[in-house]
C-alpha cells in the first residue's frame, strides 16, 4: 500500500492510497491543477482515480470534486447524508453509498463517525489485506468505542490542528476560537499526541500530523508535543512528519 498526503491544512485537504487493487482519494479540497500535478510526480494520471472518498462536505475537502469528477469519472463513495449535501451532484451516475463498512474489491473501509460541524463527518480505517491506515481529521474528539478498532494500526494520518495557547492568544474571533476548541471542532496539539500514546503499537510504522492551522501551529510545535508526551508516557516511537499545506508527503510504504 501506498500513502501520500497531497495537501493538508485549512486552505485544502487531499490524501492519495493505493491498495491492492484500486486508487483511492480521501476528500479532493484543493484546486484540481495542483492536485493533478501532485499526482503526476508519483506517477498517477487522474483518470486511474477509482474512487473517491468524502469525509464531509465542508469545501476544503470538497471544492474540486464537481471538477474531478467530470473530467475523470471516478466512483464516489459517501455516505447517503453527506450525498444529499451535494445538490448539483444528484444526477452523478457512479455513487457508492455506504452506512459504516465499505468493501471496495476486498479492501475494507470502516467510517466512523467524528465529531465535527458538518453533516454525517466521518473518519476512516482502510485495511488493504491486513495492511492498515487510520485517518483521522476533522473531530473535536474521538469516541472512546472506536479505540479498539484504532489500535496498533500501520499507518496513522492523524489531526494536530492547533496549539491551544496560539489559538487563544491568536487573531481568530472569539466565536471561531469557540468553534475550534468545541467537540465540534478539531483536534489539539495535545489532545491528538494524547490519543496516540493510546492507539499506536508494534505494528505502527508511521505517523503524519495532519490540518496542522497555518495561524495557530508550528510545526515544530507539533513535533515537540507529540515528543514530550510520548516521553512522559514511556511511548518509544519516533517516525513522525507533519503534512503540508502546499507540499505533497513522502511516498510512504506498508
Given at each position: 500500500?501506498?500513502?501520500?498526503?497531497?495537501?493538508?491544512?485549512?486552505?485544502?485537504?487531499?490524501?492519495?492510497?493505493?491498495?491492492?487493487?484500486?486508487?483511492?482519494?480521501?476528500?479532493?479540497g484543493?484546486?484540481?491543477?495542483?492536485i493533478?500535478?501532485?499526482?503526476?510526480?508519483?506517477?498517477?494520471?487522474?483518470?486511474?482515480?477509482?474512487?473517491?472518498?468524502?469525509?464531509?462536505?465542508?469545501?476544503?475537502?470538497?471544492?474540486?470534486?464537481?471538477?474531478?469528477?467530470?473530467?475523470?469519472?471516478?466512483?464516489?463513495?459517501?455516505?447517503?447524508?453527506?450525498?444529499?449535501?451535494?445538490?448539483?451532484?444528484?444526477?452523478?451516475?457512479?455513487?457508492?453509498?455506504?452506512?459504516?463498512?465499505?468493501n471496495?474489491?476486498?479492501?475494507?473501509?470502516?467510517?466512523?463517525?467524528?465529531?465535527?460541524?458538518?453533516?454525517?463527518?466521518?473518519?476512516?480505517?482502510?485495511?488493504?489485506?491486513?495492511?492498515?491506515?487510520?485517518?483521522?481529521?476533522?473531530?473535536?474528539?474521538?469516541?472512546?468505542?472506536?479505540?479498539?478498532?484504532?489500535?496498533?494500526?500501520?499507518?496513522?494520518?492523524?489531526?494536530?490542528?492547533?496549539?491551544?495557547?496560539?489559538?487563544?492568544?491568536?487573531?481568530?474571533?472569539?466565536?471561531?476560537?469557540?468553534?475550534?476548541?468545541?467537540?465540534?471542532?478539531?483536534?489539539?496539539?495535545?489532545?491528538?499526541?494524547?490519543?496516540?500514546?493510546?492507539?499506536?503499537?508494534?505494528?505502527?510504522?508511521k505517523?503524519?500530523?495532519?490540518?496542522?492551522?497555518?495561524?495557530?501551529?508550528?510545526?515544530?510545535?507539533?513535533l515537540?508535543?507529540?515528543?514530550?508526551?510520548?516521553?512522559?508516557?514511556?511511548?518509544?516511537?519516533?517516525?513522525?512528519?507533519?503534512?503540508?499545506?502546499?507540499?505533497?508527503?513522502?511516498?510512504?510504504?506498508?
Amino acid at each position: 500500500m501506498r500513502v501520500v498526503v497531497l495537501c493538508s491544512g485549512s486552505k485544502g485537504n487531499s490524501t492519495f492510497i493505493e491498495t491492492t487493487k484500486n486508487k483511492i482519494l480521501i476528500d479532493v479540497g484543493y484546486n484540481y491543477k495542483y492536485i493533478c500535478e501532485k499526482l503526476k510526480d508519483i506517477g498517477v494520471k487522474p483518470e486511474e482515480i477509482n474512487y473517491i472518498l468524502i469525509s464531509h462536505t465542508h469545501s476544503d475537502h470538497t471544492s474540486s470534486l464537481k471538477t474531478f469528477l467530470q473530467k475523470n469519472n471516478p466512483t464516489l463513495v459517501v455516505s447517503q447524508k453527506i450525498f444529499y449535501e451535494f445538490k448539483d451532484l444528484k444526477d452523478y451516475n457512479h455513487v457508492l453509498i455506504y452506512e459504516d463498512e465499505i468493501n471496495l474489491d476486498g479492501i475494507i473501509i470502516k467510517a466512523i463517525h467524528s465529531s465535527h460541524d458538518a453533516v454525517d463527518s466521518r473518519n476512516f480505517i482502510i485495511n488493504d489485506f491486513g495492511k492498515t491506515v487510520c485517518y483521522v481529521t476533522d473531530t473535536g474528539y474521538i469516541n472512546n468505542r472506536y479505540f479498539k478498532e484504532l489500535q496498533n494500526l500501520n499507518i496513522y494520518l492523524f489531526e494536530s490542528n492547533h496549539d491551544v495557547e496560539l489559538l487563544q492568544h491568536g487573531p481568530y474571533p472569539a466565536w471561531l476560537k469557540r468553534r475550534v476548541l468545541s467537540d465540534e471542532g478539531h483536534l489539539s496539539n495535545n489532545a491528538s499526541s494524547f490519543y496516540l500514546s493510546k492507539l499506536i503499537g508494534p505494528d505502527t510504522k508511521k505517523i503524519v500530523l495532519m490540518h496542522l492551522s497555518e495561524t495557530n501551529n508550528m510545526e515544530e510545535i507539533a513535533l515537540e508535543t507529540i515528543k514530550n508526551t510520548f516521553l512522559d508516557r514511556n511511548v518509544n516511537f519516533d517516525n513522525i512528519i507533519c503534512a503540508k499545506q502546499h507540499v505533497a508527503s513522502e511516498v510512504i510504504e506498508v
